[in-house]
């Protein structure tokens, strides 16, 4: 469980890789504050010197070495002294930079340095040459609040003294403050990404007390848009993407985690434990399922499924992913270069970056999301192109909750105002005739569905008869005497009762035999259907689906979604534990004439036994179609009909004839949104974790190469040894408001 050491390893790091948010600013009063190497030198160094002598031994002239002060504080082989500090003029850098006949950088460079730098060279060798660690793994320093001498202006933000002190030190006159309805623009835009409302810009104008100001910020700051603005700059760092990114870039499951992010900044949740649930959450005790979700940090790298894709390769790749987001989000740091060699400017070392990623070896994650013959992956067994990218988890989404809640209201509403349609005239009288035919057919057929007579037979591509034998017993149940084979399906011709159909219904009795011989196969126990109405003239009319579901069924996905419902496809279960069935929903109820046949086409590589009945009824619910408070009100007597038995007996005339076109579509896409939100339910991918995949040092970040060293994880060895933060470093850090948003 290598992540679990990581937390204390990137804390500590953030600890001293954040860099300080001001440098020390001088006081107006100083001629000349202290050089600065970070500030100063180094700037200048890097684009100057440190091709010929730094980090890079290939590229290193005459020995010398100007990166690392120990390096420059020693004597060459040719006797001179890079540099001596407090004096300037024993130190070869200063007598060669202002050399004319030989000067350093030599002209061929074509880096001429200017009389300013060459000054600030010589008073940096004067002052004693100090180095600094690089601004980027440089301890946290609170500098001193510079002092301008005006009380009133020093009680207010003390970000102004530092900008005070920087115009003054420049002779430059602060601008007049900004007008109110400017200064609410500006910081509602900071902080939540949007301008103010009319409704706000007003209130603020007519708010004259000293502190109307801050109480705009403080409104701001608990605003839920504040989390959200604050939450794209990590989604950024975290690669936060819906899609995988290589070869086909299909769809994963991810948005949860992007919640997760939004409600850690707005309910300002501490910084340890937002990087602790990140990394290695699923590694805690006990964890939750936020702690769960927020996981999914570490699976937001590109992933692939092309055919033809190494499975080495691709581990590779994800692994030196996730060091980059890694450094950039914790270390404040670009790592990317080391996965192939030594950083030349800065001291990140090719060994650090595969230390970083071992401590993310036990990732669980395959290097091609396929069940390939060249690349086998058992656990992978049938997934292809449309199935998303494991190991996720199923959660409680709010969001999508609330979404449900609002169309749920929104379509009882629309069937409230649906059922006064019975009440028009030009309505009803076919309502009465439709609630006379119902009653009777439910006499007739008391569950609500008829069972007609039917005759079955397996047919070829080109409609003629197949050697497979399907019959149909006593029972009227159908069942076909072995797989069938390519281009074979199975027509099951019927005359429904005169009237109107609205649903049907297929009922598997009995599971098809287990052929545990035969490879799994992703068209095994997979059923799709098609209806046409054959009228007595015998012109076809094709009858297509609203919607379809069944009372359990194995998932299908579509670009990494799982496709709702069954219409396109039911992909029953292997093993059931019992009888199952799935209705059809009519996209448009016919009106059946005596003589009327209708044929249904079944095809699919197994068909189990089944049972084929029909309904008058509907419903944008599939599984409620004759529903027993439909059945309830169609048998009570008239006179005892309650206001929501009439409300029912109004919608199911509605949608089993769809008199009212107009209205009939509203319930349906009111429906479909309804079903969009999933009963309020997401997956999303985490991580788990799995025996640590073995990391070695690679050449030119060569997956193939096994010649590097094996390493283990470890703190990048530029960085102090690890430690605990001090209470004020984790006060800091913890302290989100300030750390994101004002910075002091």
């Not at 070495?65 to 060459?76: H, Y």
């Not at 040459?129 to 009133?152: C, D, I, M, Q």
């Not at 003390?158 to 623009?185: G, M, N, Q």
């Not at 603005?229 to 499951?253: E, K, M, P």
């Amino acid at each position: 469980m290598l992540r679990t050491f990581t937390f204390s390893v990137v804390v500590a790091a953030t600890s001293f890789a954040t860099a300080p948010l001001f440098a020390a600013a001088a006081s107006p009063a100083t001629a000349q504050p202290r050089v600065s190497f970070n500030r100063d030198i180094r700037p200048i160094m890097s684009d100057t010197c440190f091709h010929c002598h730094g980090f890079d031994a290939k590229s290193r002239k005459a020995g010398m070495r100007l990166d690392i002060r120990e390096e420059a504080l020693k004597p060459t082989k040719n006797g001179f002294t890079p540099i001596v500090p407090g004096k300037p003029d024993e130190s070869e850098i200063i007598l060669r930079i202002q050399d004319n006949d030989d000067p350093m950088p030599p002209a061929e460079a074509h880096k001429t340095l200017t009389k300013a730098q060459k000054e600030l060279f010589r008073r940096w060798v004067a002052e004693g040459a100090e180095y600094e660690p690089h601004w980027a793994y440089a301890t946290l320093a609170r500098p001193a609040v510079p002092k301008s001498g005006n009380a009133k202006a020093e009680s207010a933000n003390p970000i102004d003294a530092f900008v005070r002190a920087k115009l003054a030190e420049k002779k430059i006159t602060p601008s007049a403050e900004a007008e109110k309805a400017r200064l609410l623009r500006r910081v509602s835009l900071d902080l939540t990404g949007l301008p103010p409302t009319p409704e706000e810009v007003a209130s603020f104008l007519a708010d004259k007390a000293p502190h109307a100001y801050e109480r705009q910020v403080d409104r701001l700051l608990a605003s839920p848009r504040h989390g959200e603005r604050l939450a794209v700059w990590w989604l950024d760092i975290a690669r936060f993407s819906d899609t995988v990114g290589f070869h086909g870039d299909q769809n994963q499951r991810i948005f949860p985690y992007r919640d997760y992010v939004i409600d850690a900044f707005t309910k300002n949740k501490r910084f340890d434990q937002f990087t602790r649930e990140q990394l290695a959450g699923d590694l805690l005790p006990s964890p939750t399922t936020e702690q769960l979700v927020a996981t999914g940090y570490n699976r937001l790298n590109m992933m692939t499924r092309e055919g033809g894709a190494q499975k080495g390769e691709y581990l590779a790749k994800y692994g030196a992913e996730r060091v980059r987001s890694v450094a950039a989000g914790w270390f404040g740091s670009t790592f990317g270069c080391a996965e192939c060699h030594d950083h030349k400017f800065d001291p990140i070392k090719a060994r650090d970056f595969y230390e970083l990623q071992a401590f993310f070896a036990d990732v669980k994650q395959w290097g091609v999301y396929a069940d390939y013959r060249y690349t086998p992956e058992p656990e992978l067994d049938g997934f292809d192109n449309e199935h998303p990218f494991p190991p996720e988890i199923e959660v409680s989404s709010p969001y999508l909750a609330a979404r449900k809640q609002r169309f749920v209201a929104q379509l009882a509403t629309q069937r409230a105002a649906d059922a006064a349609l019975v009440k028009q005239p030009a309505q009803a009288t076919a309502f009465a005739e439709w609630l006379a035919d119902a009653r009777a057919f439910l006499t007739r057929n008391p569950g609500g569905w008829q069972q007609p007579a039917l005759e079955a037979a397996v047919l070829t591509k080109a409609g003629k008869p197949a050697p497979t034998a399907a019959t149909v017993g006593e029972d009227r149940i159908v069942r076909v005497a072995d797989d069938l084979k390519t281009g074979e399906s199975l027509r099951l011709s019927l005359k429904p009762e005169a009237g109107w159909m609205a649903s049907l219904r297929l009922e598997l009795v009995e599971p098809p035999p287990a052929k545990p011989d035969i490879k799994k196969s992703p068209t095994r126990n997979l059923l799709r259907l098609t209806a046409t109405l054959r009228g007595a003239d015998g012109k076809d009319r094709k009858v297509d689906f609203a919607f379809a579901e069944a009372t359990a069924k194995a998932p299908r996905y579509n670009n990494g979604a799982e496709i709702l419902g069954i219409a396109s496809a039911w992909k029953f279960p292997a093993t059931p534990s019992g009888p199952l069935a799935g209705t059809w929903v009519l996209a448009k109820p016919q009106r059946i004439a005596a003589g009327d046949t209708l044929v249904l086409t079944l095809t699919g590589e197994t068909l189990p036994a089944l049972r084929l009945t029909l309904s008058p009824f509907s419903d944008t619910d599939p599984l409620t179609v004759a529903s027993p408070a439909l059945l309830a009100a169609l048998s009570a007597p008239p006179a005892s009909l309650t206001p929501g038995q009439n409300e029912t007996l109004a919608n199911a005339w509605l949608l089993g004839t769809a008199a009212n076109r107009e209205a009939f579509d509203r319930q349906q896409k009111i429906a479909a949104s309804i079903r969009q939100t999933q009963d309020g339910r997401a997956y999303t991918l985490v991580t788990q974790a799995a025996q640590p995949l073995q990391v070695r040092v690679l050449a030119r970040g060569n997956w193939q190469d096994e010649t590097g060293p094996v390493v283990q994880p470890a703190t990048p060895s530029f960085l102090p040894a690890r430690r605990e933060s001090t209470p004020e470093e984790m006060e800091y850090l913890n302290s989100a408001d300030r750390f994101y948003t004002t910075g002091a």
